[in-house]
């Protein structure tokens, strides 16, 4: 693919066409000549027979449409071959001008897909429409309303009642039985999205969702003749509102995952080319999480398994998260002259692990000359790369008013006459999603399945009975809070008969005190209220207080310094199941960390809870959940298992007596927790039952 020169040699510079897999970033101030390098590479891929979709926000990609005038400094040659081989189609939402093309964001995803590709289609179906209705899912109302529409939709596909545009899904909300969500969404809260989503099935705004055909990846890639290669440009200067333009690209990437998904590449070379300029709007820097960044980073991430090209490109450095950019495997840096940019840009190449001075070179590149950066060999290497002339028109961007001209009625035809044979009629609902879209409350069952989080143990395991760590935690506080209240009363009376001073007793009534409130509050607050998100926050520096203050009894009965002898087994086993609880939760934690479900971790999404944000878990996170926390007991179960039996066979075959006050303690230790072990693993497989 012939893009331009080497300066240096005079040599051609090329690119692979295996290589577009691996994605092209393009950055540079206005006027350095992005677009032209743009344009070129999807020049080249036509001319290689390769598709491409490009999101054209400005209008100026459109100009590729425009019949080819005579050029001198053109190749003639290759001119030619362009306009024998490629076919320009100039796509347009809620206007006429183009080729109209709409919105579908109730399309149902594939059915043969695996069940976390599956759920995770669902799931993107679910941000895609929230946010559409115009709600910020990163915010307490919006992750609810996400979690409703989740479950809402596909119980609806499961019943073969999917709704196919706004006027439908607002019938089917206002039908729901409210009681059944009455745990995750307000009920004033339905009423406002039934109002919203009625507002988008009436007026202008509705026809983004009805006027044209139907927006999907097999329409972009089917040539509409023999021989020619399709060139989509989606021209999306007809979407005058940018919230619009994010919801629009938002669907398109979300549409292109789940063909790509349903389609893996069987080849190193490309299926298809995407190209988005100004890319800053749709991946900004963090913390901002508009859910066209979400499903851009997913194809990233896969883009070369499933044999799409992506292409990127940005003026603005401060508007576009460049971590992620930074990702392309080659990349293309035009002319930067503002310090701040060419800060940013050293801090890109230093996450590339390429040379962090190339930034220092950008100030002095003219229009059309570029770094190439080329990380898809073993060795990064960095040449300059001055472009070839455009084989299409390049100028000013085409006004809505010029694109009619540009459309034959034999596409217009075809595009009306379009319908895609592969989308799946009906949804395939396993049981697992079936299970993840359940109301978490359920008035049939008398009982609340629950995704919080007791007050008294941080936050990475679920509260339900039916997850072992879970009434392991209830065991040892149970065990705990009586072993503290002894204390504090045998202290109470030996500080009476002056045995010893004040303090200890004190100390002990306080901690006894903060740990009954504790349970109390876990009691009172079994909700997701804000004050329980706040109490539950600070629940781990109780509990590290409770587990010190054990440690301190246990340590000042073993060196004499207080006589509580009586109860020292007491203070054994719980500071045995506590300390181990500790050390459960925070290999619980790491566990969790490396489980990676549409794009956080389960731990970053309970974190968020803790912080105040809803923590609303997906059946397959919740599965995830409860499985780590079942391997995690019986991991350990197992473990004490072993350990109690070498210590019945060192007993038997050792000459040591069982008295020796070593001894003894391993032994109610080893016992203790083996047998608490035993008891939350019974319990738990009990509700599970039931």
């Known amino acids: 693919m012939l893009i331009g020169k080497y300066p240096d040699d005079s040599e051609n510079a090329t690119l692979s066409t295996?290589?577009?897999?691996?994605?092209?970033?393009?950055?540079?101030?206005?006027?350095?000549?992005?677009?032209?390098?743009?344009?070129?590479?999807?020049?080249?891929?036509?001319?290689?027979?390769?598709?491409?979709?490009?999101?054209?926000?400005?209008?100026?990609?459109?100009?590729?449409?425009?019949?080819?005038?005579?050029?001198?400094?053109?190749?003639?040659?290759?001119?030619?071959?362009?306009?024998?081989?490629?076919?320009?189609?100039?796509?347009?939402p809620i206007s006429e001008s183009g080729l109209p093309i709409c919105l579908s964001p109730f399309k149902i995803p594939p059915n043969d897909l695996s069940d976390d590709d599956r759920e995770e289609a669902w799931e993107r179906m679910a941000v895609g429409i929230t946010e559409i209705l115009g709600y910020d899912i990163s915010k307490k109302t919006g992750g609810n309303v996400r979690a409703f529409l989740f479950g809402l939709l596909v119980s609806l596909a499961d019943e073969n009642s999917m709704p196919s545009d706004f006027g439908k899904l607002a019938k089917s909300i206002a039908q729901v039985d409210r009681e059944d969500y009455s745990d995750l969404i307000k009920s004033s809260d339905i009423d406002n999205l039934v109002r919203n989503a009625n507002s988008f099935h009436t007026g202008p705004q509705s026809r983004v969702f009805t006027q044209g055909t139907s927006l999907s990846i097999p329409l972009m890639l089917e040539p509409r003749i023999d021989g020619k290669t399709p060139v989509n440009v989606l021209y999306l200067n007809t979407l005058t509102d940018e919230s619009r333009k994010i919801s629009f690209i938002?669907?398109?990437?979300?549409?292109?995952?789940?063909?790509?998904?349903?389609?893996?590449?069987?080849?190193?070379?490309?299926?298809?080319?995407?190209?988005?300029?100004?890319?800053?709007?749709?991946?900004?820097?963090?913390?901002?999480?508009?859910?066209?960044?979400?499903?851009?980073?997913?194809l990233l991430k896969r883009g070369r398994k499933f044999g799409i090209g992506c292409m990127l490109a940005s003026q603005s450095l401060g508007d576009l998260d460049y971590k992620t950019v930074g990702q392309t495997s080659t990349t293309f840096l035009g002319r930067f002259t503002a310090p701040q940019d060419i800060n940013k840009v050293g801090q890109m190449l230093k996450g590339m692990q390429s040379d962090v001075t190339i930034s220092t070179k950008l100030a002095k590149l003219q229009p059309g000359q570029f770094l190439m950066i080329d990380r898809n060999s073993d060795d990064i290497r960095v040449k300059r790369v001055d472009t070839?002339?455009?084989?299409?028109?390049?100028?000013?961007?085409?006004?809505?008013?010029?694109?009619?001209?540009?459309?034959?009625?034999?596409?217009?035809?075809?595009?009306?006459?379009?319908s895609e044979k592969s989308a799946p009629k009906r949804a395939k609902i396993t049981k697992k999603l079936r299970e993840s879209a359940k109301p978490k409350t359920s008035r049939a069952s008398g009982k609340q399945a629950?995704?919080?989080?007791?007050?008294?143990?941080?936050?990475?395991?679920?509260?339900?009975?039916?997850?072992?760590?879970?009434?392991?935690?209830?065991?040892?506080?149970?065990?705990?809070?009586?072993?503290?209240?002894?204390?504090?009363?045998?202290?109470?009376?030996?500080?009476?008969?002056?045995?010893?001073?004040?303090?200890?007793?004190?100390?002990?009534?306080?901690?006894?005190?903060?740990?009954?409130?504790?349970?109390?509050?876990?009691?009172?607050?079994?909700?997701?209220?804000?004050?329980s998100k706040k109490i539950r926050s600070r629940a781990r520096l109780l509990e590290g207080l409770v587990l010190l203050w054990i440690w301190i009894l246990w340590g000042m009965e073993s060196s004499g310094a207080l006589d509580l002898s009586e109860w020292a087994f007491m203070i054994l086993i719980s500071q045995t199941l506590l300390t181990a609880f500790f050390a459960l939760e925070v290999y619980h934690r790491v566990s969790l960390g490396r489980l990676e479900?549409?794009?956080?971790?389960?731990?970053?999404?309970l974190k968020s809870g803790v912080r105040g944000i809803p923590v609303i878990l997906t059946g397959a996170e919740v599965e995830e959940l409860r499985k780590t926390s079942e391997q995690i007991h019986d991991g350990l179960r197992t473990f004490m298992e072993v350990a109690t039996l070498g210590l019945l066979i060192t007993l038997m075959t050792a000459e040591i007596d069982l008295n020796t006050a070593w001894v003894s303690e391993l032994a109610v230790r080893i016992v203790s927790l083996d047998v608490a072990l035993l008891l939350s693993k019974a319990i738990a497989s009990r509700e599970k039952r039931l």
């Open 450 to 531: 629950s995704t919080g989080t007791p007050i008294l143990g941080g936050f990475t395991h679920l509260a339900d009975e039916s997850d072992p760590l879970h009434v392991l935690m209830g065991v040892t506080h149970v065990i705990t809070a009586l072993t503290l209240l002894i204390c504090t009363y045998t202290l109470g009376n030996l500080w009476a008969e002056g045995e010893i001073s004040q303090l200890p007793f004190i100390v002990s009534a306080a901690v006894s005190a903060l740990m009954g409130l504790g349970l109390a509050l876990d009691f009172i607050l079994r909700n997701e209220s804000e004050l």
């Open 597 to 605: 479900l549409v794009g956080e971790t389960i731990v970053d999404k």
């Open 388 to 418: 070839r002339w455009l084989l299409t028109s390049h100028g000013s961007p085409l006004t809505i008013e010029e694109l009619p001209d540009l459309i034959t009625k034999a596409s217009r035809d075809w595009a009306k006459a379009y």
């Open 250 to 298: 938002a669907q398109f990437y979300r549409e292109l995952y789940d063909w790509a998904l349903q389609n893996p590449s069987k080849s190193e070379h490309p299926q298809v080319m995407v190209f988005l300029d100004e890319a800053g709007s749709f991946i900004p820097p963090d913390p901002r999480m508009p859910s066209s960044k979400q499903n851009i980073q997913n």
């Open 18 to 92: 295996s290589g577009l897999c691996e994605h092209i970033g393009i950055l540079g101030n206005s006027g350095s000549g992005k677009t032209v390098m743009a344009k070129i590479i999807l020049e080249e891929c036509a001319l290689a027979g390769i598709p491409s979709i490009i999101l054209d926000v400005q209008g100026d990609l459109a100009r590729m449409a425009l019949p080819t005038a005579e050029d001198p400094k053109a190749d003639s040659k290759r001119q030619s071959e362009w306009n024998k081989t490629s076919e320009v189609r100039i796509w347009t």
